[in-house]
């Protein structure tokens, strides 16, 4: 009578392999070698220098605008629509700075948010793989071009072309500033829209078609609602540089600050305005000196405050696949 193999003995502690050993310490052995802890603390570093600069840039704003607040009460910064700083009889309405930036933004909004998210829509869904390599990149190329370029061209082409549409139109005016924002702003909006439409999977479009759906059906009520949250994000992060522009609203906005809504007038938003004063001839410790910081103050809170919106955007409407 044979007698039944005995079992297989298990392996002492010491003779297990690497390959018997839970993923849990081979993740902790990695995690522990001191190239890996390296990398670790300079990404860290890297994160927290960013935190740090922006708090910076946080600080001087507040510390230099409190002696402006501590002359100029709020109700009249906030409560009134003159600004002239610069004038024997100074009126420091924020208001007035506020408008100028408003309508240059809403306008650029308009020229740049459809004309981005169909970009995108096309590069990303309609485009062939040739076409993708040659219009993304090529779109992109509008975000290298300097901002004074910008301007200049605002200036010197798109306001004489809209001076023969618009009659009475002015050489500095709100109009052709906003429609060059808008332009500058387009490859932002393209670019992060199209890169929401890539990541929407391939099975959700597959479905769309399983059912009959035309291809136009399938991007307007399926790939674009899957990536509302990327679209969204994007569009607020334009808007948020259409907000913080300088150059070309300095060259083709003009300097007159005016409480208005009418895109044909010269204006002045805050950005030129803390580029008119900010050319050295400002004694520093005077009012008007402080009212840059002042200015500068609101637009961080402003653009902060979008920032914030399109985070909450971002993770209300955020879809994970």
């Known amino acids: 009578m044979s007698t039944p193999p005995s079992p297989p003995s298990k392996p002492a502690d010491d003779e297990t392999t690497t390959a018997d050993r839970p993923a849990q310490d081979l993740r902790r052995q990695v995690y522990d070698s001191p190239k890996e802890k390296l990398i670790e603390y300079a990404l860290g570093a890297c994160a927290l220098v960013s935190v740090l600069t922006t708090l910076g840039i946080a600080a001087v704003l507040v510390i230099e605008s409190i002696p402006f607040f501590q002359t100029v009460a709020l109700t009249e910064f906030f409560g009134t629509a003159q600004w002239t700083p610069q004038f024997s009889e100074k009126h420091f309405g924020i208001w007035a700075l506020l408008a100028g930036t408003l309508l240059v933004t809403v306008i650029s ?12 829509i096309f590069i990303s869904e309609y485009a062939s793989k040739w076409v993708r390599k040659v219009l993304k990149p090529s779109l992109e190329l509008l975000a290298g071009v300097p ?13 004489p072309l809209l001076q023969t549409v618009v009659p009475g139109l002015g050489v500095y005016n709100a109009l052709s500033a906003g429609i060059v924002v808008g332009i500058m702003i387009i490859p932002m909006v393209a670019s992060l829209s199209e890169d929401a439409l890539q990541a929407v999977p391939d099975s959700l479009s597959q479905a769309a078609y399983a059912l009959g759906a035309t291809k136009y059906e399938t991007v307007v009520r399926v790939n674009v609602p899957a990536a509302f949250s990327g679209i969204m994000a994007s569009f607020i992060l334009a808007v948020s540089r259409a907000i913080g522009e300088t150059m070309i609203v300095t060259l083709a906005a003009g300097a007159t600050p005016k409480a208005t809504l009418d895109p044909t007038q010269s204006i002045q938003t805050m950005t030129a305005f803390i580029v008119q004063v900010s050319k050295g001839d400002t004694p520093q410790g005077t009012i008007v000196y ?11 809170l402003i653009t902060l405050a979008l920032n914030i ?3 909450r955007i ?8």
């Open 109 to 120: 909004a308009v020229v740049a948010l459809p004309v981005g998210l169909a970009s995108a």
């Open 309 to 311: 919106f399109a985070n």
């Open 147 to 159: 901002t004074v370029v910008y301007g200049y061209f605002a200036l010197t082409f798109v306001t």
């Open 314 to 321: 971002t993770l209300h409407y955020q879809e994970e696949y």
């Open 290 to 300: 402080q009212s840059i910081f002042a200015v500068g103050l609101v637009l961080f």
